[in-house]
């Protein structure tokens, strides 16, 4: 089932409520003031489903200038936005506002809803067509499709319907590869229940139970938590994916500890920071519309100094910072620059974030751009080498920024699903260029699937020196093992990449001969088990113990070895088959068995089954050996535990 979520934008009273109403039949306005007022004031949401079984999440925003703050949290994720227009009133002040904090987030889908048609004439509504197609007409939306309607009478909802999926059908499904993020927009608790967070999940898919961590908006500390809960429109669901219009319900977790601005991600999978590098672009290019010379907004003729305070709009974050021009001393209407902003409250985000900036008062929206570097390091002003490496971030070759994402990412593999989300080359260009660096020896490409892990080569030689070192140390006091856990492994070295990423990276090491893979141990490739006379004697041991004790069958733990070594020894011993494993931790050598089976075999082929007691009787031994000869038996599909304990029935004989 496909998920979308479709928003709204506009002036205050152009219809944005009622028109939702109107598609799904909720009263989007839930705030007693709201009512009162009849404004929209906070974000409203709502739900309906396609004739194509497409489930849309529609995200009713307020038009009043004065909350626009909210508009902007309301955009984060959306796929296709309802810009509406009244047709008796025409362009307004917070369209245009609308439309360019749209254009700045990078919203290209729309569609230009013209409403209230049942209080315009036609010539009226064809006058206002064409104004609407002259102000659009150096913007993202010039050529968006338009519908005319009115959510009071119903004209034209049908038509805009069947628009709407017209639109959706080109979309691409997002991308579910990445780690999941989930900005949220509320935060309440439910009777029962406890905490609840709402939000759009921007990337990624997050299970029932999983573990997350709640990356703050200001100086708070990172809390982790349990997603106990998952609903999507009211409906418990054990997954969410990229797209969808999530409700989490978190454990141990009060309401006054995660707000809107925080965001739920995958334990230490993001880094908050309060400095970030960004592409900064001021509003007023396209402020003066058409042959109508009107101003688009306030914030539209501003030029701002260098270190201004301004409102930053990310996600659903919005926090004080100071814009660092790291090229000129003035930004004016229109032009853009790289910068950096220095946040009074740091915040988690990632290169390829959209934002938007605000003028500290009167505030008013006056900007927006692009993150490169979500983490970064203060720069001095007008330095040729950091001007330098911030255009080959957002401008440099394929190679460059393959190249720069793998250094910056050090140790932690990057997977090339976060590349393509961002749209700047296919999969399969995607592929060409890791092949370039690969064979330039600058990154080394693991590949999985349709996807690929790299990490620069310089970082990997690093890591593999680590490695080694540990691997040596590991064998030097551990010389009966075949080498170290895998999932200790993993965890110290490889914990960034999922599970089957990291197999496949440990594959390709072994083909290379760096390391080797045996059962669920890691080892250095050349490694050998130390067969010294500390091992035979301990072998030597093993064995008169087990032939001692015959039939009579004995844990390990009975047999009050001293050596340190034995236990290592002893699953050696068995996985070479000189030792036997009947059940948990008891022991016989394979002739004992061989012996055991020889008297048992005949009476359970005569009679079809066999009792413990039987058992017990013909080795001349312990019901408890009995029963764990039993239990071997059943383990190999020589016998099949049939009713009590002590009867077991023929179920497959060798």
């Not at 349990?226 to 990229?242: D, I, N, S």
């Amino acid at each position: 089932m496909k998920h979308v979520v479709i928003g709204t934008a506009g002036h205050i009273d152009h219809g944005k409520t009622t028109l939702v109403q109107a598609l799904t039949g909720m009263d989007t306005d839930r705030l007693k003031e709201e009512k009162c007022r009849g404004i929209s004031i906070e974000l409203g949401f709502a739900s309906f489903t396609l004739t194509d079984g497409t489930v849309a999440d529609v995200i009713d925003v307020p038009g009043h200038e004065k909350f626009v703050g909210n508009m902007v949290t309301g955009v984060m994720g959306m796929d296709l936005v309802l810009i509406l227009i009244a047709a008796d009133e025409g362009i307004m002040p917070q369209t245009r506002e609308h439309i360019a904090i749209l254009q700045e987030l990078g919203v290209k889908n729309a569609i230009l809803v013209l409403s209230k048609c049942d209080l315009a004439e036609k010539d009226w509504r064809e006058l206002v067509r064409e104004e609407l197609r002259a102000e659009l007409k150096e913007t993202c939306f010039a050529d968006s499709p338009m519908a005319e309607i009115s959510a009071v009478t119903g004209e034209g909802i049908p038509q805009l319907r069947q628009l709407i999926l017209q639109e959706l059908q080109n979309l691409p499904e997002r991308e579910r590869g990445g780690i999941f993020r989930l900005p949220v927009d509320r935060s309440f608790t439910m009777d029962g229940f406890g905490t609840v967070v709402t939000g759009t999940l921007i990337s990624g898919q997050l299970n029932k139970g999983s573990n997350v961590m709640i990356y703050p908006s200001g100086s708070r500390t990172p809390l982790t938590a349990k997603a106990r809960g998952l609903q999507v429109h009211g409906e418990e669901t054990e997954a969410v994916y990229a797209g969808q219009r999530v409700a989490v319900n978190l454990m141990n977790i009060t309401k006054k500890e995660v707000r809107r601005g925080d965001v739920l991600a995958p334990e230490n999978s993001l880094v908050s920071s309060s400095v970030l590098d960004v592409r900064l672009h001021l509003m007023g290019a396209f402020s003066e519309y058409g042959e109508t010379g009107k101003m688009s907004f306030a914030g539209g003729k501003r030029e701002l100094k260098n270190r201004v305070r301004l409102h930053l709009c990310a996600g659903t974050a919005q926090v004080l910072c100071r814009a660092i021009w790291l090229d000129r001393d003035t930004l004016r209407p229109g032009e853009s620059c790289y910068a950096q902003l220095l946040l009074e409250e740091p915040l988690a985000l990632l290169r390829g974030d959209r934002f938007i900036v605000r003028f500290y008062s009167p505030v008013e929206t006056v900007g927006g751009g692009v993150i490169l570097d979500a983490g970064a390091k203060k720069h001095k002003r007008f330095a040729a080498e950091t001007l330098e490496e911030l255009e080959k971030k957002e401008n440099g070759s394929p190679e460059d920024v393959l190249e720069l994402m793998a250094k910056k990412a050090g140790r932690k593999f990057c997977c090339s699903a976060e590349l393509l989300k961002d749209g700047q080359q296919t999969r399969e260009e995607l592929y060409q260029t890791a092949e370039k660096l690969r064979l330039q020896q600058k990154i080394s490409t693991f590949p999985m699937g349709e996807e690929f892990y790299f990490i620069a080569r310089e970082e990997e030689r690093k890591l593999l020196e680590e490695i080694f070192s540990f691997l040596a140390e590991f064998h030097r006091n551990h010389p009966y093992q075949w080498g170290v856990a895998k999932a200790e492994f993993l965890h110290r070295f490889l914990d960034g990449p999922g599970s089957g990423a990291a197999s496949r990276i440990l594959e390709q090491w072994e083909s290379r001969k760096l390391l080797r893979r045996k059962q669920d141990a890691i080892a250095e490739f050349e490694f050998q088990i130390r067969r010294d006379a500390v091992f035979e004697k301990i072998r030597q041991k093993l064995a008169e113990e087990f032939q001692k004790a015959g039939f009579d069958f004995i844990c390990y733990s009975n047999l009050k070895l001293d050596e340190g070594d034995a236990r290592d020894i002893l699953r050696i011993c068995l996985e070479e088959g000189w030792v036997v494993c009947l059940a948990g931790d008891v022991y016989t050598l394979p002739d004992i068995l061989r012996e055991a089976l020889k008297l048992v075999l005949p009476v359970l082929r005569q009679e079809g089954k066999i009792t413990v007691v039987q058992v017990r009787d013909l080795l001349c031994s312990s019901r408890k050996s009995a029963k764990y000869l039993l239990e071997y038996m059943d383990g190999q599909r020589i016998t099949k535990k049939n009713g009590t304990e002590s009867e077991r029935e023929k179920h497959d004989l060798f």
